[in-house]
């Protein structure tokens, strides 16, 4: 319903290039909070369901998995956007949860929003070809891994693309060390009607 900043186009460019190049993607997307990062990740979920395939968004805290999910369920509803949204956390009920793990299991949710529940053994996925994470740092490295090769699960040819994101900066050399194995995508303009972020310390 807007248009994209410059930084963000280049952003998007690059995560469809990688999408598009016959390698697996392992990208990581910083900038600061409200930068933006969240439209990127559901375009590219977006991009993989629109070629048949399955995406998965994991975040830290069933308060933000809710959040993402309502926004993108209204996004795509308001926009005539024919794609199945689902939501996955710990806190659901057994017959919530089972109601969700057959529709992944059988394809009918194109997008898969969660917490780590999304890693759990009774979760399969059908097609899943890109794995993103938000908030990345607060996941460690297996549950991440454990996300990546749950595309593998049915089909050993497919290796998910992943591709992280984080609002923590990171100075580019340390990034290099910290993440050796993931190309970086920086957003570092704000959108105009950007409201101001605010920090307080509550006592």
Not at 53 to 80: D, N
Not at 135 to 159: C, I, M, W, Y
Not at 165 to 171: G, K, V
């Amino acid at each position: 319903p807007y248009r994209l900043t410059n930084a963000q186009l280049r952003t998007l460019e690059e995560v469809l290039r990688d999408l598009k190049s016959g390698s697996v993607m392992n990208r990581l997307i910083q900038g600061d909070v409200g930068s933006g990062k969240t439209i990127i990740a559901v375009l590219a979920l977006l991009a993989a369901c629109e070629n048949g395939y399955q995406g998965a968004l994991m975040v830290p805290t069933e308060v933000l998995a809710r959040q993402h999910f309502e926004s993108v369920t209204e996004l795509f509803e308001k926009h005539g956007v024919d794609k199945k949204v689902i939501l996955l956390t710990g806190s659901m009920t057994a017959k919530e949860k089972r109601l969700a793990y057959e529709k992944i299991a059988s394809h009918e949710a194109d997008i898969i929003v969660g917490t780590h529940a999304l890693i759990q053994e009774k979760v399969h996925y059908d097609r899943l070809a890109l794995v993103i994470t938000d908030e990345q740092h607060r996941f460690g490295v297996g549950q991440r891994e454990a996300l990546g090769n749950k595309g593998s699960e049915h089909d050993p040819e497919l290796t998910p693309h992943v591709l992280v994101m984080s609002a923590t900066p990171i100075p580019r050399t340390l990034a290099i060390i910290l993440y050796g194995d993931l190309d970086i995508s920086i957003i570092d303009e704000m959108p105009a009607e950007c409201l101001p972020v605010k920090n307080c310390v509550v006592n």
